[in-house]
């Protein structure tokens, strides 16, 4: 593998510095069978000004496309408030403390930066070369790259996020009607998607687990803004956006006002002033993926109160199984592909009376349901490894660029 050339171009609109996900886990594994450039969606920043595409090698055989825009506050605001624009659900109020942005892959910029990767692609374009979408946004970059083989990933149903652009369900058709090989990432995705593509497959979130068991070493030191704090600590990491439930966080931060409450993630998509703020609810921000089990390691309860709207319909958490991998109690709201998928071990509570009795059952827990739970959480571990699937995914893609190549005259 000559490590000045492309074989595989993802362009997802998750930035790969961001919270570590699906795209990290995947993309990470297949760089150590192919050279892989990440593509992200363009950013703005406040800082010094700067305006440069970059290519940044992040991992051995994985580099990263960034297109990206620092400025003064000012400019700053204006560059944002023009994008959020273009989505069609402004007026929309972010943060003032943000400090950088996506300009999201329809902004005026877009065409740099298909310039830029086409011109980067071609001067170091592989024998065959794999297009790896994560969005159908970006279904241009098929005539713009001419790849041999779309993968189109799909991790989310983006149609039902907020400032999702109006086009996206006709441009996913078009990804799919153009796409070699489909992959999804939970059984409702799938379920949804089955009959659109003869060659889909479901393949759930996996789990690197040797990561999430540091939480179990008794010498792994809890950071500090949950040592300080009594227990019990019923937590979540993740991104809070419209797809966290806060009136239910709101209920049981006050059904029980000596337990601590804590979320850890970016805040996206909703503004700071409608979280529920109460003395036991704490939010820490986004943590490093690194620092991650630390904080799990503090967590006596690990939750997922999603809400119920269209934007968790579909959605298969890929933190479920790192929870387990810290064999901490689960407490989840009636996510579909979470009782599906985990039902066996995941406590499930909908209103915030049973969230708060199930999190008191998970804290009541005897030794011999604790066993009987890890054992099931051994076996959903095995299952679900991030190695094992990017490996399955590997051997497909393999498998069909050799048919492709075969069936070409002369191939």
């Known amino acids: 593998m000559a490590d000045d050339h492309v074989d595989l171009v993802c362009v997802s609109h998750l930035w790969w510095d961001w919270v ?70 402004h007026p929309f109020k972010v943060s003032e403390q943000i400090r950088e942005a996506s300009l999201m892959f329809e902004s005026p910029v877009q065409e740099r930066l298909e310039r830029e990767v086409v011109e980067y692609v071609a001067a170091r374009r592989g024998e065959r070369l794999v297009l790896w979408l994560y969005t159908p946004v970006v279904v241009r970059f098929i005539d713009l790259l001419q790849p041999d083989l779309v993968v189109y990933d799909v991790m989310d149903e983006l149609a039902a996020f907020k400032f999702t652009p109006a086009k996206l369900l006709q441009q996913e058709q078009e990804l799919f009607d153009r796409a070699d090989l489909v992959f999804t990432g939970g059984p409702s995705l799938y379920e949804a998607r089955k009959h659109r593509h003869s060659d889909i497959h479901l393949f759930p979130s996996g789990v690197e687990q040797a990561h999430f068991a540091q939480a179990l070493q008794a010498d792994l030191p809890i950071p500090p803004e949950l040592a300080g704090l009594s227990q019990p600590i019923i937590g979540f990491y993740g991104v809070i956006d419209e797809r966290t439930d806060r009136e239910l966080l709101a209920e049981v931060a ?133 190695d094992r699937i990017a490996s399955e995914m590997e051997t497909l893609i393999a498998d069909r660029l050799q048919r492709k190549h075969a069936s070409k005259p002369g191939g």
């Open 20 to 89: 570590w996900q699906r795209p990290q886990h995947l993309l990470s594994r297949l760089a150590q069978q192919r050279s892989v450039l990440y593509v992200e969606e363009p950013r703005i920043q406040i800082g010094p000004t700067y305006e440069g595409f970059d290519i940044i090698e992040e991992l051995p055989h994985l580099r990263v496309a960034r297109l990206a825009y620092r400025s003064d506050a000012a400019t700053f605001w204006q560059r944002l408030n023009e994008t959020l624009d273009r989505t069609g659900e």
């Open 254 to 386: 006050q059904l029980r006002p000596h337990w601590h409450w804590v979320m850890i993630g970016p805040i996206l998509k909703i503004q700071e002033h409608e979280l529920p703020r109460f003395p036991n609810l704490h939010y820490l921000g986004k943590q490093a993926y690194a620092d991650l089990p630390a904080y799990l390691k503090a967590f006596d309860v690990a939750m997922m109160p999603f809400a119920l709207n269209e934007s968790t319909q579909f959605i298969s958490p890929t933190k479920t199984l790192e929870y387990m991998a810290a064999h901490k109690p689960i407490v989840s709201t009636p996510i579909k592909d979470v009782i599906g998928l985990y039902g066996s071990v995941v406590r499930i509570a909908q209103t915030a009376d049973e969230f708060v009795a199930q999190v008191e059952a998970a804290l009541r827990e005897s030794p011999e349901t604790r066993a009987d739970r890890i054992q099931h959480e051994q076996e959903l571990l095995a299952k679900y490894g991030w």
